[in-house]
Nanobody, 124 residues
């Protein structure tokens, strides 16, 4: 198991930006893929972005492609989600997740460790 702690959420106006961070501990960070998911009130959790163990491959949901960027710093055991041109529909609790493989997918069951979540609220 990996312990994950997210930060960086908050309230922002539409069109603004936020950067989420997630610090991992408990397993060699550079050995596994990482992902970001989100869950809005009354909706199911959905995939946002994923990154392979060395950052060489990234994947995005169509709804965030071109606006969000996932990256990682293995020296700091940290994965980031840069969110630009935020929209009210991006409002959700954002969770980072760790896989147990070097490459991972877009489904929740691909990941075996989850953070506690950080709230992102985008106002009109």
């Amino acid at each position: 198991q990996v312990q994950l702690v997210e930060s960086g959420g908050g309230l922002v106006q539409a069109g603004g930006s936020l950067r989420l961070s997630c610090v991992a501990s408990g397993r060699t960070f550079s050995s596994y893929a990482m992902g970001w998911f989100r869950q809005a009130p009354g909706k199911e959790r959905e995939f946002v972005a994923a990154i392979s163990w060395n950052g060489g491959r990234t994947y995005y949901a169509d709804s965030v492609k071109g606006r969000f960027t996932i990256s990682r710093d293995n020296a700091k055991n940290t994965v980031y989600l840069q969110m630009n041109v935020l929209k009210p529909e991006d409002t959700a609790v954002y969770y980072c997740a760790a896989a147990n493989t070097r490459y991972s997918g877009t489904y929740g069951y691909d990941y075996d460790s989850w953070g506690q979540g950080t709230q992102v609220t985008v106002s009109v």
